[in-house]
């Protein structure tokens, strides 16, 4: 065979169609990663209800034994407030997540959606959670006199911060960015 | 750029151009696992290249460049990865839609996935009709570079035919 002739043949496939999308492969594709993502979001919601809820008694639990009063109460009320916070968001993450249709691009949209909540979360978690948490275990390490562990402990934030953006550029992004590019394909292939 | 935007490059690119990833796919990756896995890593990397689209060369050429590289790295990285056992019972993206009937198209790709992710890549950008220029810019390496590798490459593609002819298969 002459290079001439190879490159006929190469010219003459670019009319036939070899590959087509396998829906139901690609269907039980799109629900393995987003019950991967579904497994992680339902386990993080687990540990901050559970974590919450123990650290809260424990604190409440070791006042009363200490026969502290005052401010110091802030603390183990904030961990049970966040506790009983952790199960109201599940709750409404679960509702929601029974909107999306049982279709291929339901199940897509509906792991973009939950990609995108991890995400949100992230950032609710370091505004609303830790630098709170921080500031007020701060304000008592400083009236109790232990500056240099309250210290400490505000110099932890920037670090979570960088820590978690590591975190999602890493990890969460390219997963969304996956899954938007994956519908966009199914979409396009379904234009056809 | 605004993801609306995006999406409908995307989607024109996908529905015009897939023709070229599928060439890549099958000179790059030859079981339905590796296929699937490919190809789901070059429409990827398509998508996130799109901001990075400035019109100053066909759309053709930039998604050659994207999916070439993606599949020059994929195979870097297929390398290092332990062997793993192929999945049997899932099922696969990507399917033959029709059975190849010019048997010679089948040995053209065996031979080209033969040859290093390099030679593989200007094997397909030459018989796609790209100037050397273009494949020089496309691949990284001079244009004299380019010719020699393509002079070899005609060579060995000539040689393995005769080869073929003369045991008769």
Redesign the interface.
């Known amino acids: ?3 001439e ?3 006929v ?2 010219n ?3 009319n ?7 829906e ?3 269907y ?2 799109i629900q393995r990663k987003g019950n991967s993502i579904n497994f992680w979001i339902g386990f993080a919601e687990y540990m901050m209800i559970g974590v919450n809820i123990v650290i809260g008694i424990y604190l409440f639990y070791d006042m009363i034994v200490e026969n502290e009063q005052g401010f110091g109460f802030v603390i183990p009320i904030m961990y049970v407030a966040y506790s009983i916070l952790g199960i109201f968001f599940r709750l409404r993450r679960r509702k929601t997540l029974v909107k999306f249709e049982e279709t291929m691009l339901g199940e897509l949209d509906k792991a973009i959606w939950q990609s995108k909540y991890i995400i949100r979360q992230g950032h609710a978690l370091l505004y609303w959670y830790l630098a709170p948490l921080a500031i007020v275990a701060f304000l008592k390490l400083t009236l109790d006199g232990d500056y240099l562990l309250g210290a400490g402990l505000l110099l932890l934030l920037p670090l979570t911060y960088a820590g978690m953006r590591w975190e999602y550029s890493k990890w969460h992004g390219p997963k969304k ?2 899954l ?3 519908r ?2 199914i ?3 379904d ?2 | 750029m605004e993801e609306q935007k995006q999406k409908q490059i995307f989607s024109q690119w996908i529905d015009q151009h897939k023709g070229i990833l599928f060439k890549i796919l099958r000179a790059y990756a030859f079981t339905p696992q590796d296929q699937d896995d490919l190809f789901q890593e070059m429409t990827l990397q398509l998508w996130k290249s799109i901001p990075d689209f400035r019109g100053e060369s066909k759309p053709s050429t930039w998604i050659y460049r994207v999916a070439l590289f993606t599949a020059t790295a994929w195979v870097r990285q297929e390398k290092k990865r332990p062997e793993t056992k192929p999945l049997t019972d899932v099922e696969h993206v990507l399917t033959i839609a029709s059975q190849e009937k010019d048997e010679r198209l089948t040995w053209l790709y065996e031979q080209i996935g033969k040859l290093d992710p390099v030679d593989r890549s200007l094997c397909l950008l030459m018989l796609d009709g790209f100037s050397y220029k273009e494949m020089a810019n496309l691949v990284g390496i001079s244009e004299s570079n380019v010719g020699v590798k393509i002079h070899r490459i005609k060579r060995h593609l000539l040689r393995q035919s005769q080869e073929k002819e003369k045991n008769g298969v």
């Open positions: 065979m002459e290079f002739e190879m490159q043949i190469w003459n496939q670019n036939e169609k070899l590959y087509a999308i396998n139901s492969a690609m039980a594709s960015r996956e938007e590019s994956l966009e394909t979409l396009s292939a234009n056809e």
